[in-house]
């Protein structure tokens, strides 16, 4: 009988602590080294992730995006240096889609302006320079790495669909007048 409850306790016990896997610690490793930038520093407190996206986001400019896509940079070197193998499990952690897609998503709005006004060349890249576009490229890859090209193709349709003035052009000029139609090889 105590052989039986010492059988039972020891999975119970491995089944409410299931064994760490290598991308568990890799994914620690990550936030570890983003804790600073991505997590809240406190109950009150919104990350500095949180509070350098709406200084860009209301500056608009290179000035007040600056901080934003510097540890953006950071991030996406720490997500690019993770194994293959883990992924499915970045990619499926909430945070990193969270802030992954959401940076995407004011680089477009960024370049694309607020009015969607301006010639083809404006539109297409906004005040944003070749590091910015770089950065855009490199967070592009990932998200097709992490979420496949179905997933991505529907995030960046809804993306354009959303932006100023974006329903009074065809899905083709949306598209070549956003920074999803750059080269990124």
Not at 2 to 13: D, E, N, R, S
Not at 76 to 87: F, G, T
Not at 99 to 114: D, F, H, I
Not at 121 to 145: E, T
Request: hydrophobic share 45%; aromatic share 10%.
């Amino acid at each position: 009988m105590a052989m039986v409850a010492l059988i039972a306790g020891y999975f119970l016990i491995i089944a409410a602590n299931p064994p760490r896997t290598v991308c568990d610690e890799q994914l620690d490793l990550f936030k570890q080294s983003q804790k600073s930038f991505l997590l809240n520093q406190g109950k009150t407190q919104r990350s500095m992730a949180a509070q350098l996206y709406e200084l860009c986001k209301s500056e608009n400019g290179p000035g007040g995006c600056f901080d934003l896509f510097l540890n953006l940079r950071k991030m996406v070197e720490d997500l690019e240096r993770m194994p293959k193998a883990c992924r499915q499990a970045a990619g499926e952690d909430a945070l990193i889609k969270q802030w992954l897609l959401k940076s995407m998503t004011l680089m477009v709005q960024l370049a694309w302006g607020e009015m969607g006004a301006g010639g083809y060349q404006a539109k297409r890249r906004g005040w944003l320079d070749a590091a910015d576009l770089r950065l855009f490229c490199r967070m592009k890859n990932l998200a097709v790495r992490f979420y496949g090209d179905e997933q991505f193709h529907a995030f960046r349709e809804s993306v354009m669909a959303d932006l100023p003035n974006a329903k009074a052009q065809s899905r083709d000029q949306r598209w070549m007048g956003s920074i999803f139609s750059i080269p990124c090889d």
